[in-house]
């Protein structure tokens, strides 16, 4: 049973589209972390978050902590945005890390 | 560029053999965590140092040991090396026990 669970696995998407990220997972967390993985291979965070909404030029990370259920938007997107996008959760027992396989996202100009 | 240094990028090397791969944090950064992505497997959590002292454990096999140096650098350390073992290896740093991550680039390890 995976702990965190992420939808779509891919996504291809026309410039300009507006893009949903979903992101569930099953265990007590102290923080939710949205992950960009570039093909190169190198991983950059691009939000922490334990409650609410956080916001980053046309990047928007929200998390429902009842639900347990997170979602990253990606406003306007772009060519530049393709790249596999990462959910990953911090457990609030034992500190451990558990990461969803990720989502593949490729915008067509 | 993260301010996360990871040396070497790339290792190739035969089963059984052992690697160390070392990780320079942000300055000033007082965690650093240790991750492995393979193919199958996805990316797995490892173990965090705060400070030099081990905090949280992961996936870690009894192979892999890791230590957090007193300048806060960190190496994992790879016995017996399984040609399973071939992975992405990425270390990240963070300022507090638990806040945002800071990756550096990776080591590949390829295992012949």
């Known amino acids: ?109 | 560029d993260s301010g996360v240094t990871q040396t070497p990028k790339h290792l190739i090397t035969a089963t059984g053999q052992r690697v160390t791969l070392r990780c320079s944090p942000r300055s000033g950064d007082l965690s650093v965590y240790w991750y492995q992505q393979s193919l199958d497997q996805g990316l797995q959590f490892l173990i965090q140092y705060y400070n030099g002292e081990e905090r949280a454990k992961g996936n870690i096999l009894e192979r892999f040991s890791a230590q957090q140096f007193p300048d806060l650098h960190s190496e994992l350390n790879l016995s017996s090396l399984e040609l399973g073992d071939s992975a992405l290896y990425f270390c990240a740093s963070s300022a507090l026990r638990g806040g945002e991550l800071f990756f550096g680039e990776g080591s590949r390890l390829t295992v012949l």
């Not at chain 1, 939808?7 to 265990?27: D, K, M, R, W």
């Not at chain 1, 938007?73 to 990720?102: K, L, M």
Request: contains cysteine; hydrophobic residues 35%.
């Open chain 1, 1 to 109: 049973k995976n702990e965190v669970e992420q939808s779509p696995q891919n996504l291809t998407a026309q410039e300009g589209e507006f893009i949903t990220i979903n992101c569930s997972y099953s265990v007590g967390i102290s923080a939710l972390h949205w992950l960009q993985q570039h093909p190169g291979g190198g991983i950059v965070s691009l939000f922490m978050l334990s409650s609410g909404k956080k916001k980053h030029g046309r990047l928007i990370a929200t998390i429902n902590i009842q639900e347990k259920h997170s979602s990253l938007h990606i406003t306007a997107s772009h060519p530049r945005d393709s790249a596999v996008y990462i959910c990953a959760v911090r457990s609030n027992t034992g500190n451990q890390f558990y990461f969803g396989t990720g989502t593949s996202l490729t915008v067509i100009p």
